[in-house]
Nanobody
């Protein structure tokens, strides 16, 4: 089992920044691709970003490219999501997730472990 614990959410004004963190417990973190997903009120959960194990290659949903950056620190078993130039449409619960796959990383069903989520609210 792997446990994932997110933190760093909160209330921020449009144009502001936040950094989300997700700490992993219980498995070899460096062997997992880590992803961030989000679910806005009344909407389905969607892929935001992922960083592959080994290569560190990243993927982003188009709506956050150039504004969000995913990174990882394997020495701290932590993945980060730096969010800049936040918009009201970024308001959502953000979840981190882990998968052994390094191929298809944008699909929720491929992820084995999920955190409980952290809330991000962007006021306009």
């Amino acid at each position: 089992q792997m446990q994932l614990v997110e933190s760093g959410g909160g209330l921020v004004q449009a144009g502001g920044s936040l950094r989300l963190s997700c700490v992993a417990f219980g498995r070899t973190f460096s062997s997992y691709t880590m992803g961030w997903f989000r679910q806005a009120p009344g909407k389905e959960r969607e892929f935001v970003a992922a960083i592959r194990w080994g290569s560190g290659i990243t993927d982003y949903v188009d709506s956050v490219k150039g504004r969000f950056t995913i990174s990882r620190d394997n020495t701290k078993n932590t993945v980060y999501l730096r969010m800049n130039s936040l918009k009201s449409e970024d308001t959502a619960d953000y979840y981190c997730a882990a998968t052994r796959s390094s191929a298809v990383v944008t699909t929720q069903i491929n992820y084995d472990y999920w955190g409980q989520g952290t809330e991000v609210t962007v006021s306009s």
